[in-house]
T-cell receptor, first 114, second 117 residues
Framework: AQSVAQPEDQVNVAEGNPLTVKCTYS??????LFWYVQYPNRGLQFLLK??????LVKGSYGFEAEFNKSQTSFHLKKPSALVSDSALYFC????????????FGAGTRLFVKA | GAVVSQHPSRVICKSGTSVKIECRSL??????MFWYRQFPKQSLMLMAT?????????EQGVEKDKFLINHASLTLSTLTVTSAHPEDSSFYIC?????????????FGQGTRLTVV
């Protein structure tokens, strides 16, 4: 069975500081990993994905994520946070053998203080 | 990225009535669409997988007679909440994926806030 864990309900960071939002996963087969961001009363916006290749993936709005197979992690990072980055972030996983069903983590709320 | 449009964005209905939510893929054909439900401050719960031209596949615990899904064309899936009750109030989100091509991520509609009074 597939699962995703986002251990932090909330992450607080000062503007200009680096941010990390953690994600670990469990999947049979090879993982397809995704990060999405959600603003209030909106759907999800795609940030980045890992399918294969380089472990460091760069995405939208300066975000990046590092795939670590041995630790089954896919943490989201940004070198310098902006107040406008404050939102709800979801990590998601899909198996390369399990059809198109995507499982989401519980979400991590990011607060960036000016 | 590909565009998925969901309508309406907000709806208020009376208990006992039915509400239809539409999900359209605007610039691609989606043989498969997904319906999620999101409770306040919680993650997305997959309700069902909608397949064009065939019956939807419901997740365990989701009442298929209450949440009717129709995927009549390659660009449109509908979710009908029948005989709605206040506990059905939630945020419903659809997503769609291109059937072929290099993009493996799903694209999401903007969501529908359903309030049953």
């Amino acid at each position: 069975a597939q699962s995703v864990a986002q251990p932090e309900d909330q992450v607080n960071v000062a503007e200009g500081n680096p941010l990390t939002v953690k994600c670990t996963y469990s999947v049979s087969g090879n993982p397809y990993l995704f990060w999405y961001v959600q603003y209030p009363n909106r759907g999800l916006q795609f940030l980045l994905k890992y399918i294969t290749g380089d472990n460091l993936v760069k995405g939208s709005y300066g975000f990046e994520a590092e795939f670590n197979k041995s630790q089954t992690s896919f943490h989201l990072k940004k070198p310098s946070a902006l107040v406008s980055d404050s939102a709800l972030y979801f990590c998601a996983v899909r198996s390369d053998t399990g059809g198109f069903k995507t499982i989401f983590g519980a979400g991590t709320r990011l607060f960036v203080k000016a | 990225g590909a565009v998925v449009s969901q309508h309406p964005s907000r709806v208020i209905c009376k208990s006992g009535t039915s509400v239809k939510i539409e999900c359209r893929s605007l610039d691609f054909q989606a043989t498969t669409m997904f319906w999620y439900r999101q409770f306040p401050k919680q993650s997305l719960m997959l309700m069902a997988t909608s397949n064009e031209g065939s019956k939807a596949t419901y997740e365990q615990g989701v009442e298929k007679d209450k949440f009717l899904i129709n995927h009549a064309s390659l660009t449109l899936s509908t979710l009908t909440v029948t005989s709605a009750h206040p506990e059905d109030s939630s945020f419903y989100i659809c997503s769609a994926r291109e059937p072929q091509g290099s993009r493996t991520e799903a694209f999401f509609g903007q969501g529908t806030r359903l309030t049953v009074v």
